[in-house]
């Protein structure tokens, strides 16, 4: 199933990552703003949807964080309109475990709209929300260098749930800012994306 592949997935992630905990590097940030532009491939579908993603999250207390996200996007297929918006809010623990490795869970609120339209097409609407659950690793094998990887749960009330592995790489050209790619892969959905990080906490 996707949930256990996904979690093999992460235990390979942690054990390929365990030597870099030798070394020391600068502390990871939960007070970051990011923007990136994002693609999701539908199986089934022959167009890419495709777009933006802003991210924040805000160090409220020693290892606890809040966290938001909003992705717009949108797709063009047979003369009709698709837009998709999603929104994610919720709150986190990072362990650290290591001078440069952190665990971390999740738990938040999201909410998905698509909105159709197009000539000769009435075009609808579909509002969904629920739940999100979270846990992932964010390590700094060196100075510059950050790698993330995390398995996220969704239930949605109407749409049923879905559970994706995703994996990061940062590279902080300054110490408060990093040029990132990243994937999000799901069971009929893949998402890649590239941006930058404005890491401004510690």
Do not use: C, H
Not at 77 to 105: E, K, R
Request: aromatic share 16%; charged share 20%.
């Amino acid at each position: 199933t996707i949930m256990r592949k996904s979690n093999l997935a992460l235990i390979a992630a942690i054990v390929a990552l365990s030597p870099v905990a030798a070394t020391q590097a600068e502390g990871i940030s939960y007070t970051y703003a990011d923007l990136g532009y994002v693609v999701t491939d539908i199986d089934g579908v022959s167009e890419d949807f495709d777009g933006f993603v802003l991210r924040g999250s805000i160090e409220i207390a020693n290892n606890w964080f809040v966290y938001g996200r909003y992705l717009d996007q949108s797709l063009s297929q047979f003369g009709v309109d698709f837009d998709l918006q999603q929104f994610s809010i919720g709150g986190g623990y990072a362990w650290s475990f290591a001078p440069n490795m952190d665990l971390y869970g999740k738990v938040g609120y999201t909410q998905a709209e698509l909105d159709t339209s197009g000539q000769g097409f009435g075009g609808f609407d579909i509002d969904d929300d629920g739940y999100e659950l979270g846990v992932g690793l964010r390590a700094r094998p060196m100075e510059a260098l950050e790698l993330e990887g995390a398995i996220t749960y969704v239930d949605l009330s109407d749409s049923g749930d879905d559970t994706s592995f995703g994996v990061a790489a940062r590279w902080f050209f300054t110490d408060n800012f990093a040029l990132g790619i990243e994937g999000d892969f799901a069971d009929d959905a893949n998402t890649y994306g590239f941006g930058v990080r404005w890491a401004f906490g510690k």
